[in-house]
C-alpha cells in the first residue's frame, strides 16, 4: 500500500492564480481531512469528509474547495491564492472514529504564493 | 467547543535529561487524548493514544482529567526524540482530531 499520497510536493503561485493540490488514499478509509500547518500556529483543519460525496468546513475553510467524488481522492482547490495562504498543507486519512482512531497522514505539499 | 492548549514553543533539554511536554485540553465530555509526533523529513505519526497506557520510544503520559492535562513524558531524552510533537483531542462520536499548536523538543548531545 502507497498509504497517503499527495501531490505536488512543492508549489509556487502568483497571487491570483488557482490550483489543486491533489490527495489520495488506498487504504478504503472512510475519514479524510485536509490541514495546513503554519509556524506557532500548529495544525488547523481546512475541509473535512466523512465519506463519498459528503464534506463539511473546518477551522480555516475560507479561500478553499473541497469534493468528495471517490473514497479514494479528496483535493483541495485553491479558487484565487493569496499569500495568505503560503503553508505546507497535509492531507489525512482514518477508518475509524473514537478512541483506537488514527490519522494516517501525506507526506505534504509546499505552497508558497508570491 | 473543544480546545488543545500546548503552551511552550520549543523545549530544549540536553541528551540524559528528563523531558515532559505539557498539553491542556478543554472539553466538557469524555475526552480521547493523543500524541503525534512529526521527526525531520517524515510525515506525522500516532505515537500514542491514552486508551492504550502504553509506553512507545520510553514516552507515557496520563490523562489527568482533574487538571484537564495529557501531557508527554520520557525519563531520558535521546537525541532522536528531537522533533514536533502535537497534542490532540478526539471529542465523543468525532471523525477528526483537534490538533494543538505543537512544541518542538530539541534534544542536545
Known amino acids: 500500500n502507497a498509504g497517503v499520497t499527495q501531490t505536488p510536493k512543492f508549489q509556487v503561485l502568483k497571487t491570483g492564480q488557482s490550483m489543486t493540490l491533489q490527495c489520495a488514499q488506498d487504504?478504503?478509509?472512510?475519514?479524510m481531512s485536509w490541514y495546513r500547518q503554519d509556524p506557532g500556529m500548529g495544525l488547523r483543519l481546512i475541509h473535512y469528509?466523512?465519506?463519498?460525496?459528503?464534506?463539511d468546513q473546518g477551522e480555516v475553510p475560507n479561500g478553499y474547495n473541497v469534493s468528495r467524488s471517490t473514497t479514494e481522492d479528496f483535493p483541495l482547490r485553491l479558487l484565487s491564492a493569496a499569500p495568505s495562504q503560503t503553508s505546507v498543507y497535509f492531507c489525512?486519512?482514518?477508518?475509524?472514529?473514537?478512541?483506537?482512531?488514527?490519522?494516517?497522514f501525506g507526506p505534504g505539499t509546499r505552497l508558497t504564493v508570491l | 467547543a473543544q480546545r488543545v492548549t500546548q503552551p511552550e514553543k520549543l523545549l530544549s533539554v540536553f541528551k540524559g535529561a528528563p523531558v515532559e511536554l505539557k498539553c491542556n485540553y478543554s472539553?466538557?465530555?469524555?475526552?480521547?487524548l493523543f500524541w503525534y509526533v512529526q521527526y525531520s523529513r517524515q510525515r506525522l505519526q500516532l505515537l500514542l493514544r491514552?486508551?492504550s497506557r502504553e509506553s512507545i520510544k520510553g514516552f507515557t503520559a496520563d490523562l489527568n482529567k482533574g487538571e484537564t492535562s495529557f501531557h508527554l513524558k520520557k525519563p531520558f531524552a535521546q537525541e532522536e526524540d528531537s522533533a514536533m510533537y502535537y497534542c490532540?483531542?478526539?471529542?465523543?462520536?468525532?471523525?477528526?482530531?483537534?490538533f494543538g499548536r505543537g512544541t518542538s523538543l530539541i534534544v542536545h548531545p
Open positions: 489525512a486519512s482514518s477508518v475509524t472514529s473514537g478512541v483506537y482512531n488514527e490519522q494516517f
Open positions: 487504504m478504503n478509509h472512510e475519514y
Open positions: 469528509s466523512v465519506g463519498a460525496g459528503i464534506t
Open positions: 472539553y466538557s465530555g469524555s475526552p480521547e
Open positions: 491514552h486508551i
Open positions: 490532540a483531542l478526539m471529542s465523543g462520536g468525532s471523525y477528526i482530531p483537534t
